[in-house]
């Protein structure tokens, strides 16, 4: 099947800029989608990008996308301790409704 | 607040009780999932319904039983679950399973501990 990889842990300073990043292999994928979960807590959806883009920016918040590399990534610019949290990448593929998530990166943010 | 809410927030059962997880969704969406997030393993689809019909069943074990009464309800029942079915279930939400972005909503989840 159709995998998302992502890599497990990122830690970053307050005030600094964290990429957290993602690869896919679903070729056909339409939309790939960012959400945040806080412990104890579900997905929060913060952002998705259409895959004939290749950025979109939301306030501290910039999607880039590779489709040739099928490389995403989100970029929180000046990062605060309540953004950590874990970050789910899931990208969908064409004519489907499923998402396929990957394992999610655990972002730590250091006062 | 995602406008999809489950209840019960944690639930501890044993093997052989049976009880139900409720979600409800307030944003007039037409489709709804049924996921399981266990540590350390990708968040695992179980059951879709679009329109009130279910469309999805992952391999999804037999004691493990939907119920979509309405498109804003949405039931897990459970009955003589395994220990390994411990992990957190999430309900989510979407306008319309396969029309654009398909953006879905999630529960904040019911944490389940099978003893």
Known sequence: GEDVEQSLFLSVREGDSSVINCTYTDSSSTYLYWYKQEPGAGLQLLTYIFSNMDMKQDQRLTVLLNKKDKHLSLRIADTQTGDSAIYFCAERGAGSYQLTFGKGTKLSVIP | ?115
């Not at chain 2, 003589?80 to 279930?89: F, G, I, N, R």
């Not at chain 2, 399973?97 to 529960?107: D, I, M, S």
Request: some cysteine; overall charge positive.
């Open chain 2, 1 to 115: 607040e995602t406008g999809v809410t489950q209840t019960p927030r944690h639930l501890v059962m044993g093997m052989t009780n049976k009880k139900s997880l409720k979600c409800e969704q307030h944003l007039g969406h037409n489709a709804m999932y049924w996921y399981k997030q266990s540590a350390k393993k990708p968040l695992e689809l179980m059951f879709v319904y679009n329109f009130k019909e279910q469309t999805e069943n992952n391999s999804v074990p037999s004691r493990f039983s939907p119920e979509c009464p309405n498109s804003s309800h949405l039931f897990l029942h459970l009955h003589t679950l395994q220990p390994e079915d411990s992990a957190l279930y999430l309900c989510a939400s979407s306008q319309d399973r396969e029309r654009r972005a398909g953006t879905q909503y999630f529960g904040p989840g019911t944490r389940l501990t099978v003893l």
